[in-house]
């Protein structure tokens, strides 16, 4: 049985193996955090990334859902740092552009939260600024995925297509989880 921080995953109580991010990433969790990890070095922000399993309420058409699934979330190591920041930012919930916008970015719940289009055209933009900056502190190791992060973002301007982001969970399949926070 796969386990998760020591924990069993259960059909109950399933365990994160991948995530889709429309348009962006479809892979191991794992590999997305590294990218966000190198950005968040590069921009300052005293983040990590953890583990956290949160209630679930499935559809109703599903007969047995999860009780819990299971989150990758941002943990401010620096509490001075996020005092300011508004509620519902691990969501994707911002009404306005923040100063460093690749904030929307590192501080997003995966699965759970949506890019929303209205910050695509800077979040691009500040992902050209720092492109060189990635490839030297990532050391190559995640090139491939800034590149189709520019790339997202630049299009998601474009089109004005909200991103959203699901999870693929052992056992039990494919959820879009969206939680509060």
Same mark, same amino acid.
């Given at each position: 049985m796969a386990e998760d921080n020591g924990h069993p995953w259960t059909d109950q109580h399933p365990g994160l193996a $991948?995530? =889709? +991010?429309?348009? !962006?990433?479809?892979?191991?969790? =794992? *590999?997305?955090?590294?990218?966000?990890a190198i950005i968040a070095e590069i921009v300052g922000a005293p983040l990590d990334y953890?583990? *956290?399993?949160?209630?679930f309420e499935g559809p109703s058409d599903v007969p047995t859902p999860p009780l819990t699934l299971e989150f990758c979330e941002p943990r401010i190591t @620096? /509490?001075?740092w996020g005092q300011d920041l508004p509620t519902g930012v691990r969501s994707g919930r911002w009404d306005a552009t923040p #100063? #460093? %916008? !690749?904030? +929307?970015?590192?501080? =997003?719940?995966?699965?759970g939260a949506t890019f929303h289009a209205r910050h695509a055209r800077a979040i =691009? /933009? *500040? !992902? @050209? $600024?720092? @492109? $060189? !900056?990635v490839h030297v502190v990532g050391k190559g190791w995640v090139t491939g995925l800034h590149e189709q992060a520019r790339r997202c973002f630049a299009e998601q301007a474009i089109t004005g297509k909200d991103i959203a982001m699901s999870g693929g969970? $052992? %056992?039990?399949g494919w959820w879009s989880p969206r939680r509060a926070d």
């Open positions: $991948e995530i =889709a +991010i429309d348009g !962006l990433y479809c892979g191991k969790p =794992a *590999r997305f955090l590294q990218w966000r953890v583990s *956290r399993r949160h209630p @620096d /509490q001075a #100063e #460093e %916008p !690749l904030l +929307i970015v590192l501080l =997003a719940r995966v699965p =691009a /933009q *500040r !992902l @050209d $600024e720092i @492109d $060189e !900056l969970y $052992e %056992p039990g």
